[in-house]
């Protein structure tokens, strides 16, 4: 492989009808930051592509443009209005292999240029699949829900990609993710196998979905110049036969939004599931709160009767990067302990109150009240004094 | 023949329930001391498939690539789905596999299974790996269409299609509830909210009927277990395993502890005038008199 085989960050933008999601720029914002330092740092001019497949939405280049990306690529055709993931799996590997797109990006490595060297997608319904099956096409590593991305030279010696062998991987992106248990950090890389015992094989791109809200997007300049590319998809006559029939918002099955207080609970529950979260309820109720719950909570960990299983245990009501992210006046977290997941849920709402056993709880640290103690002790307290000053707190 | 035919893909996990799962001092998952199960999400695969069985009298399939020890999740499996047949696809080569290296494994073994498959099911995602990678993966390599986030599905065997309902979250949009229609085969991804509703008498009584022949069938799971290895599998050696896996876990780290966005007043849940001053600050903090 040469350098010039694999250039560029690719990232795959997300609308409805031509309105950008949010995590389309917050991508583009990480892409621009990391390629401005890689630009420098390896003497090189790769760029930000942003690609964009839909139907009438040539007007979002300039967006697109003003928040980081070098180049737009825009498939634009009635039949990649609806988001299939078969049709956009085919158009997003057409024009990533595509010599003449390639050129028009960057004319002096058009003849090298084999595969974006970076890919990035949305960690959501859409790009959560759209990634997996373009990777699966375009044989290359694929490393989810990333919240953290970093790009260097890397020395490494493992036995199956290098043989054991000491070896230098440059400009190797680092893809960290928070395990389900919230307290890991995993960093997945995607590495070409270099072990001349075993295949040797080229990973490229290496790439990612990335949590939304995870990153910033950058500030908008309108003086930013950008190149737009026309793409003209081939699309399957065959694969028209999928068809989306009706497509509609739904309210969600929990409203946190209408709520000025949201009383969340987590594993702290666990030494008496039903009892605890049936004083949960009444204290929400006292306070005409919501309920949330953290992510293990949605995975059924703790028996409870089926009423409050099939109410509270579902991942409707999970509060941070894995469910909602929410911004009450107030919220009360009782029993949880605050990992990065739930926290990146809730550190909007206005005020936190945090009822916890354990004085160094990561929660302290997104809190303005740690109540330290058991639940069990702490509830029927509080729900007794607000009792007492109700007629001061209650809001409707 | 079956008017259709109908795979389970499932994945043996670590067993999050009360009792079972076992956390390091440190808060995280001690798998040494954690059971495995039948994954949840691969639970409510197996109860998609189970929904076919009865509508439809499909024939299923269920697979599974591990060790030997996950034969209780394939009978777990086919308790839920009331299956005819179950498989294991288990090889040394196959350790070490990330997403595109297990798809590739599954991918051949429904291969092995009888028949041209209409329907391949998966849960959403593991567990304890949650990427849902694996299941699109399979899809793509199978040349299937792909449907994820599927809440509800219904099948016209006259016109050979499927309409199913997928629940869509985008992070600021509400959910979208979108109804597609696609020609078999397709696969399938179920979404943790699916839950199956038969809406004749009819169907209700051939459910409790199929649920006794599942529980009996599962009781002898044994004789309908086939198992398989990689050269059984007729699986390319250098697409599967840690060999076939275009990435590695590089390092696993503590997540940092982040700067504190708040400085927190510790008060002692014991004390009468903490309980005061916290109810205190609520009152305040709903008049949005709090100013931050």
């Known amino acids: 492989m040469t350098e010039e085989n694999y250039r560029h960050v690719y990232v795959i933008i997300e609308h409805i009808d031509g309105n950008l999601l949010p995590v389309s720029l917050e991508m583009l914002g990480e892409a621009r930051r990391l390629f401005d330092n890689f630009n420098i740092t390896y003497g090189s001019k790769e760029k930000v592509v942003a690609v964009v497949l839909g139907h009438n939405i040539k007007n979002l280049s300039k967006t697109l443009i003003e928040h980081g990306a070098d180049t737009v690529i825009i498939a634009d055709h009635p039949n990649l209005h609806d988001l299939i993931n078969k049709i956009h799996t085919k158009v997003i590997c057409q024009l990533c292999l595509d010599k003449e797109v390639a050129a028009k990006i960057e004319p002096s490595y058009a003849l090298e240029f084999k595969k974006p060297r970076y890919m990035f997608f949305a960690a959501d319904s859409i790009g959560r699949h759209l990634s997996s099956t373009v990777m699966a096409e375009l044989d290359s590593g694929l490393a989810s829900d990333v919240n953290r991305l970093v790009i260097s030279d890397l020395e490494i010696n493992h036995q199956i990609k290098t043989g054991g062998k000491r070896m230098i991987y440059k400009k190797t992106l680092e893809m960290y993710r928070v395990d389900f248990s919230g307290f890991l950090w995993t960093t997945i890389l995607c590495l070409d196998n270099n072990n001349e015992k075993l295949s040797i094989r080229e990973y490229s791109p290496q790439s990612c979905n990335i949590i939304p809200g995870a990153f910033q997007p950058i500030k908008p300049d309108p003086q930013r110049n950008g190149n737009i590319i026309d793409f003209k998809p081939k699309i399957d006559e065959d694969d028209l036969k999928i068809k989306i029939l009706s497509q509609k918002f739904v309210e969600s099955e929990v409203d946190f939004d209408s709520y000025r207080t949201v009383v969340g609970f987590g594993r702290g529950i666990q030494e008496s599931p039903d009892k605890n979260i049936k004083m949960i309820e009444e204290f929400a109720k006292l306070l005409n709160a919501q309920i949330g719950i953290s992510l293990p909570i949605s995975k059924n960990v703790f028996s409870a009767s089926p009423a409050i299983t099939s109410n509270y245990m579902i991942p409707a009501r999970v509060i941070g990067t894995s469910g909602r992210k929410i911004s009450p006046m107030l919220y009360i977290a009782v029993g949880i302990s605050g990992a990065m997941q739930h926290v990146s849920g809730m550190e909007d709402s206005q005020f936190v109150i945090s009822i916890n056993s354990d004085e160094n709880s990561p929660i302290k640290d997104a809190s303005d009240i740690l109540l330290i103690g058991r639940m069990e002790d702490i509830i029927p307290k509080l729900v007794e004094e607000i009792q007492k000053q109700q007629p001061i707190i209650r809001v409707k | ?292």
């Not at chain 2, 990427?131 to 065997?157: C, H, R």
């Open chain 2, 1 to 292: 023949m079956a008017p259709l035919n109908i795979a389970v893909v499932v994945k043996f996990e670590p067993d999050l329930t009360e009792g079972n799962i076992s956390y390091n001092s440190d808060g995280t998952l001690n798998r040494n001391q954690t059971k495995n199960t039948l994954g949840p999400h691969s639970k409510i695969a197996a109860q998609a498939a189970f929904y076919a069985k009865v509508k439809y009298g499909a024939r299923i399939s269920i697979g599974t690539m591990s060790g030997h020890a996950a034969t209780n999740a394939l009978q777990l499996a086919m308790q839920t789905s009331d299956a005819d047949v179950l498989q294991l696809y288990s090889d040394p080569k196959f350790a070490g596999a990330d997403t595109i290296g297990t798809a590739e494994v599954l991918k051949n073994g429904i291969g092995k299974m009888e028949g041209k498959m209409d329907i391949v099911f998966s849960g959403h995602r593991a567990t304890d790996g949650e990427t849902g990678q694996v299941g699109p993966q399979i899809a793509w390599k199978l040349g299937f269409t792909f449907l994820g986030n599927v809440i509800s599905y219904d099948v016209n065997l006259e016109k050979r299609t499927i309409i199913a309902k997928r629940l869509l979250n985008l992070r600021g949009v509400p959910e979208i509830i979108q109804e597609v229609e696609a020609p078999l085969p397709v696969f399938i991804a179920i979404d943790p909210s699916y839950k199956y509703y038969f809406d004749t008498v009819s169907l209700r009584l051939a459910a409790e009927k199929y649920k006794r022949e599942a529980f009996e069938r599962a009781q002898n799971y044994k004789d309908y277990l086939q198992s398989f290895n990689c050269q059984e599998l007729g699986a390319d050696e250098t697409l599967v395993g840690l060999v076939g896996s275009p990435t590695i876990v590089y390092d696993v780290q503590r997540v940092p502890k982040g700067k504190a966005t708040r400085n927190a007043a510790v008060l002692d849940g014991s004390n009468p005038e903490h309980i005061r001053q916290t109810v205190k600050a609520i009152g305040e903090a709903l008049s949005a008199m709090v100013i931050k």
